[in-house]
């Protein structure tokens, strides 16, 4: 298996703020690479999706990056909306997610 | 729109065999892969298996041995089997779209493993 690491594990952040988020694969997923938000109750939403292309309907505001092992999805201008955990995944084997991010409100 | 709706029992004997359905709906299931995904409470997310419309599957190797997903076009549904559960198999189990990442889910439903 494929193992995604995130982090952190969890962050504080205030309304504006720039949030980055890593995902560290353990082995090469060239840019096999999606991320998800999720809010409690809810279903995860698909946000960016071969490490770098924003799914239709997603604010710009958030963005990815990265090939290979490193991957990066950052939240630029943070909205009350985004608090929520993200999740990193991978497709390039059977599919695996990371641990989860949750960002939080300072 | 594709919508994609879970259905099945919420409790589940232990050894017994889990069994839910998705029934797409917007779209066809005879495209695309169509996946399960579970979430054991306060937990992350953990990728189950999918399959595409022609049968082919593909599952977590750490429940290969105990899961089945199958297809059935002229309903537009896919199903989940999942055997000799225990209660580590209580989670909110979710259905989805695997396209370019997984772009439609399901709202999930709880499965609890219990006596």
């Known amino acids: 298996d494929i193992q995604m690491t995130q982090s952190p594990s969890s962050l504080s952040a205030s309304v504006g703020d720039r949030v980055t988020i890593t995902c560290r694969a353990s082995q090469n997923i060239n840019s096999y690479l999606n991320w998800y938000q999720q809010k409690p109750g809810k279903a995860p939403k698909l946000l960016i999706y071969?490490?770098?292309s924003l799914q239709i309907g997603v604010p710009s505001r958030f963005s990815g990056s990265g090939s290979g092992t490193d991957f990066t999805l950052t939240i630029n201008s943070l909205q009350p909306e985004d608090f929520a955990t993200y999740y990193c995944q991978q497709s390039s084997s059977t599919l695996t997610f990371g641990q989860g991010t949750k960002v939080e409100i300072k | 729109q594709v919508q994609l709706q879970e259905s099945g029992p919420g409790l589940v004997k232990p050894s017994e065999t889990l069994s839910l359905t998705c029934t797409v709906s917007g779209g066809s299931v005879s495209t695309y892969y169509w996946s399960w995904i579970r979430q054991p409470p306060g937990k992350g997310l953990e990728w189950i298996g999918y399959?595409?419309?022609?049968?082919?599957?593909n599952y977590n190797p750490s429940l290969k041995s105990r899961v089945t997903i199958s297809v059935d076009r002229s309903k537009n549904q896919f199903s989940l089997k999942v055997s000799s559960v225990t209660a580590a198999d209580t989670a909110v189990y979710y259905c989805?779209?695997?396209?370019?990442?997984?772009?439609?889910w399901g709202q999930g439903t709880l499965v609890t493993v219990s006596s």
């Open positions: 071969a490490a770098s």
């Open positions: 399959i595409y419309y022609s049968g082919s599957t």
């Open positions: 989805a779209r695997d396209a370019a990442g997984l772009d439609y």
